[in-house]
């Protein structure tokens, strides 16, 4: 597609609950980031992929959160036994590779997921 | 620990006047940085970047310096626009770190 996108654009979900949120980044773009906005805050980082290497999870609050990056492409971020200081944006981002200072750098970021934990 | 940090967090101005927004970052292995511009209930829209080897990048109606004696980064909008009013965001990145680093975030609002 000709930008990142993700689904769903909103998730309500119960305390307690688990939830997925997908992220399709922008085609031949190797690395993938995930980004998490609490209300009127700048983003925190959580998870970063680039290609067939491990992820760096560093960013992840909890081990509730995990991430999965298929084929190179979509990725999946889950949300296990949700709790109500998990509500945010939930934003994705992705790069043509991701050595800072080099061209190609730029992160791109999609509409983000809007979540809301009861 | 290391932070990126914004001056004010409102700014207001007229149509028509310049604008400019202003970042101070405290780790100085940052040698990226970059300007991102977020409309309510959009995701960050990339604006304009720069690398610690410049100090100056011009883009269409917008400029960004970067000051590395005092580690400061401001955004310059020219003529701004009433579609200019949104947040703001200043990010960088620097090291081993590949991910980005962001300020909190200048709200911008353009009066008619």
């Known amino acids: 597609g000709a930008g990142v996108s993700q689904s769903p654009s909103n998730k309500v979900t119960e305390k307690g609950k688990d939830v997925e949120l997908r992220c399709d980044p922008i085609?031949?773009?190797?690395?993938l980031y995930w980004y998490r906005q609490s209300l009127g805050q700048g983003l925190e980082f959580l998870i970063y992929?680039?290609?067939?290497?491990?992820?760096?999870k560093s960013g992840l609050p909890s081990d509730r959160f995990s991430a999965e990056r298929t084929g190179g492409s979509v990725s999946t971020l889950t949300i296990q036994r949700t709790q109500q200081e998990d509500s945010a944006v939930y934003l994705c981002?992705?790069?043509?590779?991701?050595?800072?200072?080099?061209?190609?750098?730029?992160?791109?970021f999609g509409p983000g997921t809007r979540l809301l934990v009861l | 620990g290391e932070s990126v940090g914004l001056h004010l967090p409102t700014l207001s101005v007229q149509e028509g006047d310049n604008s400019i927004i202003n970042c101070a970052y405290s780790?100085?292995?940052?040698?990226?940085f970059i300007w991102y511009k977020q409309e309510s209930g959009k995701g960050p829209q990339f604006i304009i970047d720069?690398?610690?080897?410049?100090d100056k990048r011009q883009g269409q109606r917008v400029t960004v310096l970067l000051n590395k004696t005092v580690k400061h980064l401001s955004l310059q909008i020219a003529a701004t626009q009433p579609g200019d009013s949104a947040v703001y965001f200043c990010?960088?990145?620097?090291?081993?770190?590949?991910?980005?680093?962001f300020g909190s975030g200048t709200q911008l609002t353009v009066l008619p």
């Open positions: 981002a992705s790069s043509f590779r991701a050595r800072p200072g080099a061209s190609g750098e730029t992160q791109y």
């Open positions: 780790n100085s292995a940052s040698d990226y």
């Open positions: 085609s031949g773009h190797t690395a």
């Open positions: 990010a960088e990145s620097g090291g081993s770190a590949r991910q980005l680093t």
């Open positions: 720069i690398r610690s080897n410049m």
């Open positions: 992929f680039q290609g067939n290497s491990a992820p760096d």
